[in-house]
């Protein structure tokens, strides 16, 4: 695998100083017509055995292109916030924009490639971090994303030569640490780990270029290059995006049975009852947010449901029993130019709270399965892919000790045309009916199907979702209100 | 001050019953017309004694309230991350944007009355604290924010017996903690330094509100009713903006001599000296940057300058002196919609880095009185606030341990010309030039009357600006380089 990258390649200067001039103006070129049209974002990973060059050649490339449109990002140790949240937090934060391109000089293979060679972590954790790094990189990849990894790479002999040079300059003596010499002696460890990492990852959307790192006008240019041919190549085919419809298409439905039509509406509670319990459950969840333990762990409560299935009121009846300093609602609307030029789930990765809160989403990530599926503000593509994307990004959450908590308020149609009619009649309800709503009303079957796919699709031992009877509203609110507090109270006994 | 506060008002059920429908219909409407119109903001601050209703009356107003247009900030703790930058970051990155409502339970004061009362600070220090808020406070009224205070006071008597009536109940225990009993027995303590707080910080543009919280239907149905009204009157009066020219006009130009014109552009440098110099000064950099001490400060370079000045080139020479991780060249460019929906300081607070990073600004909030003033770009009143506004910003910054660097890059009228001309020529340069570049030119005497008038008054013992004779390209980046190395190290002997 490395075997060309140990060949000890090398460039002289006159070639090089002819090559460069004309390199950078390209890559200038490419930079300025990739902003102009801010289609796609181009991020680039530079990886690597230390002394290879990583950083060097990071600076030369700031150094020939615009710094207007490039920002390099330097991953060392996580921060305190970092820490707090999943561990692919602090990527999606520094994702550059489309039109942009975002260098990454450590990245989400370098945590997990060290905590196996120093033993921290088996074989399996490592395969299991590499099936999440190329899950991101399909994700990224198919939202648009160019995505480049470098690696740089040194035969044994030539690091400890690189790492010799480094140490005799004056100038470049302090880039050369005692960890650095502590990874060469575990070169060999490394190597191996490398290769299979390399292996591993290197997909068609988004392979590994190995170049060696001995010689520096050679390693330039060659990352130059692939550089500029890459976002050129991009930038001409950039309306050729292929769309292959792969999913499986939904099941037919032939008795008209869904798992929406099995629900049976009519339960109700007398008032009472729902005093009762309300009080009871209220209680409860005040108590158990108060708990020490609910310091390590962080719920986000989703709600999704037909239009006036009564959203809002649950919410509230949640919220009153918490403080409102540890809560937040995440009203969910159309996104913001600066979240439009992200990948999709961006926009709910940027407002993951720290621990010890509660964040509730009111409408969701679903949006894409939902709204936007059936109203075609995306292509299928885009929402078939989402399913995964979604049952990955719970996983994340879930993984980081976050309890995820979904729910889908389900009323009847009759139901939902009585609170219409309602709501017209109540001035401070008013606004809350819009043509959009009498629209959706129209398409309530196409609905019907996408809610019933999503649950098939997404509903996970992990992050499972609850379909509410909500035609009576104290019936729903209760069943929220319990189920949250269920799930809460499991997810701190597990700590 | 607190006579009002300790009547013992109350309303009772029926009145309450009658009017809260009536308030939240009101408020709701209110709220949605802030949102359709989105010009300003709304920054509710809840502070007060432990146990006068701060929370449950936030509680409320979320419940009455939309949630989607109104946003709960707890402001308890500061993270690591918050630490690590000017304490008045964790509030710019909560500040609601125009059409929102952002509540605050917690804010700008609560610390610095708290460590006043525990005796941590001096009445010096507070009172300082008290200037800085209130220049925030104008800075974002200014901007057109609309600022409410409230107070919720208790006599002593009644935070007594609401603290107990509190504990009594199963439900609400909870809510009382042991620093409340402790704040409680420093009741006289705390009554003092309050009232001083208020006394000193309720101004004409933001104004305290102080509260009785004894009775849960009096605070609410109150506090309720005065923000209902001040958005209402707000609304109302939102195009009726006073513009007020309250600078001083700048100095008459009577023998034609200035700042810029005093600089000798003649001055040159061999370039022998030029890489004898650049070595040793990107030598010094890079060493400095390396130093433990480096990771408690923060070093913050902004560079200005006539078009086609050379920033991006010393710029550049600066960076290949740094480790890329630890850099971030921030592009000045036209402000996000997400941007223009905060104040004018937000996008740079923002991106205000962590310790032990260098920062580079390529333009600045300097464009507010340079090509904005020039242009027109915003009103003579905003941009001749910005000087004072700027000030308090880098003030904040330097306060906390960030060096603040400021270069303008000054070149001659002809000199322009002619490197206008031959980047024309160049090819990978060519995109440098555009026509706004052509127009600023022609409008060339008034930048030089706004960057005079931005040194006058922003050039200051704290954060100095650098004038740079900017027509030997190679002088100045040794001058850049020099002064930079000359910051930093004086910043780290202060450590």
Request: glycine content about 6%; aromatic content about 10%.
């Amino acid at each position: 695998m490395f075997e060309s990258a140990e060949l000890g390649h090398k460039i002289d200067k006159a070639t090089y100083d002819l090559e460069v001039p004309k390199l950078r103006e390209a890559l200038l070129e490419a930079q300025i017509d990739l902003a102009k049209l801010a289609k796609f974002p181009v991020i680039i990973l530079v990886g690597g055995l230390d002394g290879a060059g990583r950083g060097e050649t990071v600076n030369l490339l700031n150094e020939w292109m615009d710094p207007r449109f490039i920002q390099t990002h330097g991953m060392g140790e996580p921060s305190d916030e970092e820490l707090d949240r999943p561990m692919m937090w602090r990527f999606w934060r520094e994702l550059p924009p489309k039109g942009k391109i975002g260098v990454f000089l450590g990245s989400w293979y370098t945590w997990p490639i060290l905590n196996r060679v120093t033993g921290q972590t088996k074989a399996a954790d490592l395969d299991q971090s590499m099936e999440r790094a190329k899950r991101l990189e399909k994700m990224l990849t198919d939202e648009g994303a160019l995505i480049l990894k470098f690696w740089m790479h040194l035969s044994k002999d030539r690091q400890e030569k690189r790492l010799k040079l480094l140490e005799k300059n004056p100038k470049t003596r302090w880039r050369v640490t005692d960890r650095d010499w502590k990874h060469f002696k575990l070169y060999d460890k490394f190597r191996i780990v490398h290769e299979g990492v390399i292996r591993h990852t290197s997909t068609a959307e988004a392979p590994w270029t190995i170049v060696e790192g001995y010689d520096p006008r050679y390693r330039s240019l060659t990352i130059g290059k692939v550089i500029l041919d890459a976002i050129r190549r991009r930038l001409n085919d950039v309306d050729n995006k292929m769309v292959d419809d792969i999913a499986p298409p939904p099941l037919p439905s032939i008795d008209q049975l869904n798992v929406l039509k099995t629900l049976d509406l009519k339960q109700k509670i007398t008032k009472k009852t729902f005093t009762a319990e309300l009080e009871k459950y209220q209680g409860k969840l005040a108590l158990l947010t108060r708990e020490a333990k609910f310091k390590d762990i962080t719920v986000i409560a989703l709600f999704e449901g037909n239009d006036a299935a009564g959203k809002g009121g649950a919410i509230r009846r949640i919220t009153s029993a918490l403080d409102a300093r540890y809560y937040t609602i995440i009203p969910v609307a159309a996104p913001t130019e600066e979240e439009r030029a992200q990948p999709y789930l961006w926009r709910f990765w940027r407002h993951i709270p720290r621990r010890g809160r509660v964040m509730i989403f009111d409408r969701s990530w679903y949006g894409r399965v939902l709204v936007e599926r059936v109203e075609g503000f995306c292509s299928k593509t885009d929402w078939m892919r989402a399913y995964s994307e979604i049952n990955d990004f719970e996983a994340q959450l879930v993984r980081h000790n976050i309890v995820v908590v979904k729910f889908w308020l389900t009323i009847s149609k009759d139901e939902q045309l009585e609170r219409f009619n309602a709501r017209e009649k109540i001035g401070f309800k008013r606004f809350k009916i819009t043509e959009d709503d009498w629209r959706n009303r129209d398409k309530w079957d196409d609905y019907e199907h996408a809610v019933c796919e999503m649950v098939d699709r997404t509903s996970t031992e992990i992050a499972p979702w609850t379909l509410v009877e909500a035609n009576d509203k104290n019936f729903a609110r209760i069943k929220i209100l319990k189920t949250l507090c269920k799930q809460i109270e499991a997810a701190m006994k597990n700590q």
